[in-house]
């Protein structure tokens, strides 16, 4: 598979951020982009069809971030797939506790077009080595 | 969003609000009556406010100064004795005030309400601060992309009649080949301009990433200021008269938590989170 076919979803409460990303990954050059509201909206998109690559924000309402990295990380399905974190919620728990939870990337709000491709060419690298 | 939205005890806590206010005012009046005039609370000589207060924002400050305004120009009717049996009321009541928070620890609490101000007040100033970057962000990149737009929409223009005098045959060999080469010029700049204003949209793009940001901290706001009414209002029942103590209140106390997120852990550029994230071997 070409790494520009990766399927992406991406998920935050607030479209005006999932527009941005998904409008970011675009000038990337990937448009296979999906969108979720929130973790339960999240999980179920995994579950019903495929996907390569996670990129969640943590505040969220029914099911936050981590409780979805959580979820997907206990999936024997889903445990394979590269979450990137992208969040405001910036203190050293947050990032120790989604790093212990297997977070792949974490990315601090606000954000660059330049920080989001290096952090996901990075995990891009080391899923291929 | 108002504050008592999605709460369902808000038409509740309201009367009762509304009825420990009733019989507070009671027991004002009556102290009124003791004294020799009645006392107006707010000074009925104010006139309503008109055009001057409508364009004022209520974060501008400016409000008492806009009511001073408006007492210079309306002749000052009320006599120096009612001030002064104000200020004796309003001393009267601190004071009645002070030692009843004393009496029943309510202090604490009031501390703690009056002590997450300054961080309502950090944040609202965060909204303020993260909207105007967004705001000059996009009109920078606004005015910086409209004169490519526009040159490029002139230049189309110019070679677009030249080509027409050509079709019409008015154009000589000479000035065909100065046509065609400029023409060739023409398109091999527009994709250099193009980009540039493809990078001015993305910077406009970006700059909206503030609406998340301030979403959360509005509502962050919001639970404060919830927590606020709370204690407020258990204060006031605490002082109602007695016949009111048989309300229910312990449910008044329990208000939302407010998780002070404060400043010193945080992690809050990429750089010391990447620093982080690389100590703990990730």
């Given amino acids: ?23 970011l ?37 029914n099911m936050n ?19 990137l974190m992208v969040t405001a919620e910036a203190k050293r728990e947050n990032v120790i506790m989604a790093a212990e939870a297997g977070a792949n990337g974490f990315v601090v709000k ?3 077009a330049a920080t989001l491709d290096e952090k996901l060419m990075r995990i891009f690298k080391n899923l291929h080595d | 969003m108002t504050i008592n939205s999605g709460n369902p005890n808000s038409e509740e806590l309201e009367a009762l609000f509304d009825s420990v206010v009733a019989a507070n005012q009671e027991a004002e009046a009556q102290v009124r009556r003791e004294s020799t005039v009645a006392t107006p609370v707010a000074p009925d000589y104010l ?31 009320a006599p ?42 950090d944040r609202l100033n965060y909204v303020a601060t993260l909207t105007q970057q967004s705001a000059e962000r996009v009109l920078n990149a606004t005015e910086a992309a409209q004169p490519l737009v526009e040159n490029m929409e002139v230049e189309a223009h110019r070679l677009s009649r030249q080509w027409q005098m050509m079709f019409d045959k008015k154009l000589d060999v000479e000035q065909f080949k100065k046509l065609a080469s400029q023409t060739h010029t023409f398109l091999q700049d527009v994709p ?27 509502k962050k706001i919001t639970e404060i200021t919830e927590n606020m009414e709370q204690q407020l209002l258990a204060l006031l029942l605490e002082n109602a008269p007695d016949k009111m103590k048989s309300m229910p209140s312990s449910e008044l106390l329990s208000g939302p938590s407010i998780t002070s997120d404060g400043n010193k852990d945080m992690a809050s550029n990429q750089q010391r989170v990447d620093d982080l994230l690389e100590s703990l071997g990730f």
């Avoid at chain 1, 971030?65 to 979450?83: F, N």
């Avoid at chain 2, 204003?197 to 910077?203: I, K």
């Fill in chain 1, 1 to 23: 598979m070409e790494i520009q076919d990766t399927r992406f979803l991406v998920v935050d409460d607030f479209s005006t951020m999932r527009r941005i990303l998904r409008n």
């Fill in chain 1, 25 to 61: 990954l675009k000038e990337l050059g990937f448009v296979n982009v999906q969108e979720a509201a929130d973790g339960v909206v999240a999980l179920e998109k995994l579950k019903a069809e495929p996907f390569d690559f996670v990129i969640s924000d943590w505040n969220m309402p």
């Fill in chain 1, 65 to 83: 971030g981590i409780e979805l990295l959580q979820a997907i990380r206990a999936d024997v399905m889903l445990r394979h797939l590269p979450v």
């Fill in chain 1, 110 to 112: 606000p954000f660059t």
């Fill in chain 2, 47 to 77: 006139p309503a406010s008109k055009g001057e207060d409508v364009d004022q924002s209520p974060l501008s400050g400016n409000h008492a100064e806009n009511k001073e305004q408006i007492r210079s120009i309306s002749p000052p009717v």
């Fill in chain 2, 80 to 121: 120096a004795k009612y001030s002064s049996d104000m200020i004796d009321q309003i001393g009267h009541m601190t004071r009645k005030l002070h030692e009843a928070l004393r009496e029943l620890g309510l202090n604490k609490e009031i501390e703690k309400v009056a002590a997450s101000i300054p961080d309502a007040r």
């Fill in chain 2, 192 to 218: 250099k301009q193009t980009k540039a204003t493809h990078a001015y949209l993305m910077e406009i793009m970006m700059a909206q990433d503030f609406q998340d940001m301030t979403g959360q901290v509005i």
